[in-house]
């Protein structure tokens, strides 16, 4: 495979994906050698603004899969990309770099002590010794919880004051009172594009037509993130008997276009070809529909185009 530790090319090959997968946003700074293992933290530097981001390969690649499951960012320069965020961290994190420049977003100070992984903060600001944790619904899942009680218990022994405030049901200005008690508005300087103002009418009628939370968030160019929290604050909800699982059947070709199997979703393809789910859902959702010497076509695609895959690679 191509990330896997025994291929003599895995350096190559991660510093492939990221000139064409992360649109050449990103280098590698850490050699690969053999001591690697997935779960080892390498250093990738953001060539927009110079952030070094501290993250195993295996989570730059989390962020690839189609699966709602799955909600990790993937890699993403938390200054360059952090509009993919909610809006209130958006907003927030860049009153706390106005108000003190020493901040730090997305700190990687805290190790997770069963996996020895960096478990990034926000907000963090060593002078002032605060450690600021925006919790969003991504934050209820169980798993996180158990990583959120380590970060939290990690910055209080060290002296911090740690906030782990909630956004649901609660304004971004609201919000950014509880650190600012005299802000009155939103400042003009603040980014606030209006891709970042969701149409909750329009999300809330994809969604009563059985779309998938990350399908809407394709259609609309922003992170499935903002629609579960909003989701989780009651502002969108799900209609009657939705599906909430995001299972995408696709179809496996060969070169020559002549069918190999179907399978229920990435995760069973990834299961019964070694080939990983994230490439596949990349292939996917960049309409190359090509990974690992195999055509990959949705089968809603292949039924709409008429079973034409030519059709489809042609309009892609």
Same mark, same amino acid.
């Given at each position: &495979?191509?990330?896997?530790?025994s291929n003599?090319?895995?350096?190559?090959?991660?510093k492939?994906?990221?000139?064409?997968?992360?649109?050449?946003?990103?280098?590698?700074?850490?050699?690969?050698?053999?001591?690697?293992?997935?779960?080892?933290?390498?250093?990738?530097?953001?060539?927009?603004?110079?952030?070094?981001?501290? &993250?195993?390969?295996?989570?730059?690649?989390?962020?690839?899969?189609?699966?709602?499951?799955?909600?990790?960012?993937?890699?993403?320069?938390?200054?360059?990309?952090?509009?993919?965020?909610? /809006?209130?961290?958006?907003?927030?994190?860049?009153l706390?770099m106005? #108000?003190? !420049?020493?901040?730090?977003?997305?700190?990687?100070?805290c190790?997770?002590? *069963?996996?020895?992984?960096i478990?990034?903060?926000?907000?963090?600001?060593?002078?002032?010794?605060?450690?600021?944790?925006?919790?969003?619904?991504?934050?209820?899942?169980?798993?996180q919880?158990?990583?959120?009680?380590?970060?939290?218990?990690?910055w209080?022994?060290?002296?911090?004051?740690?906030?782990?405030?909630?956004?649901?049901?609660?304004s971004?200005?609201?919000?950014?009172k509880?650190?600012? !008690?005299? /802000?009155?508005?939103i400042?003009?300087w603040?980014?606030?594009?209006?891709?970042?103002?969701?149409?909750?009418?329009?999300?809330?009628?994809?969604?009563?037509?059985?779309?998938?939370?990350?399908?809407?968030?394709?259609?609309?160019?922003?992170?499935?993130?903002?629609?579960?929290?909003?989701?989780?604050?009651?502002?969108?909800?799900?209609? #009657? *008997?939705?599906?909430?699982?995001?299972?995408?059947?696709?179809?496996?070709?060969?070169i020559?276009?002549? =069918?190999?199997?179907? =399978?229920?979703?990435?995760?069973?393809?990834?299961?019964?070809?070694?080939?990983?789910?994230? *490439?596949?859902?990349?292939?996917?959702?960049?309409?190359? =529909?090509?990974?690992?010497?195999?055509?990959?076509? !949705?089968?809603?695609? =292949?039924?709409?185009?008429?079973?034409?895959?030519?059709?489809?690679?042609?309009?892609?």
């Amino acid at each position: &495979m191509w990330f896997h530790r025994s291929n003599p090319f895995l350096e190559e090959n991660i510093k492939q994906y990221l000139i064409y997968e992360k649109e050449n946003n990103f280098e590698l700074l850490s050699k690969i050698d053999d001591s690697y293992t997935r779960n080892k933290i390498l250093d990738f530097r953001c060539k927009r603004c110079g952030k070094i981001i501290h &993250m195993s390969f295996f989570n730059a690649l989390r962020g690839s899969r189609d699966s709602e499951k799955d909600c990790h960012r993937g890699l993403i320069c938390p200054i360059c990309d952090g509009r993919k965020e909610s /809006l209130h961290a958006i907003v927030l994190k860049q009153l706390f770099m106005n #108000k003190y !420049p020493d901040t730090i977003l997305e700190d990687p100070s805290c190790i997770n002590p *069963n996996t020895n992984t960096i478990m990034c903060t926000d907000i963090v600001n060593h002078r002032l010794k605060i450690a600021i944790e925006i919790q969003g619904q991504f934050h209820e899942r169980e798993t996180q919880k158990k990583r959120d009680r380590i970060k939290k218990e990690f910055w209080i022994n060290k002296g911090y004051k740690f906030y782990d405030y909630k956004i649901d049901k609660i304004s971004v200005l609201d919000y950014c009172k509880l650190f600012f !008690p005299d /802000l009155k508005e939103i400042p003009d300087w603040v980014i606030q594009e209006d891709k970042n103002k969701l149409d909750i009418r329009r999300i809330q009628s994809l969604l009563n037509e059985g779309n998938k939370v990350t399908e809407i968030a394709n259609l609309l160019d922003i992170s499935p993130h903002r629609i579960y929290d909003a989701l989780h604050s009651n502002r969108l909800f799900y209609p #009657k *008997n939705y599906n909430k699982y995001n299972y995408v059947e696709v179809m496996q070709f060969s070169i020559d276009y002549n =069918y190999i199997n179907s =399978y229920i979703n990435y995760k069973e393809a990834e299961r019964k070809t070694g080939i990983l789910s994230g *490439n596949i859902g990349s292939c996917i959702h960049t309409k190359k =529909y090509y990974a690992n010497g195999y055509y990959w076509i !949705p089968k809603k695609i =292949y039924m709409e185009h008429n079973k034409n895959i030519e059709e489809i690679l042609i309009r892609k």
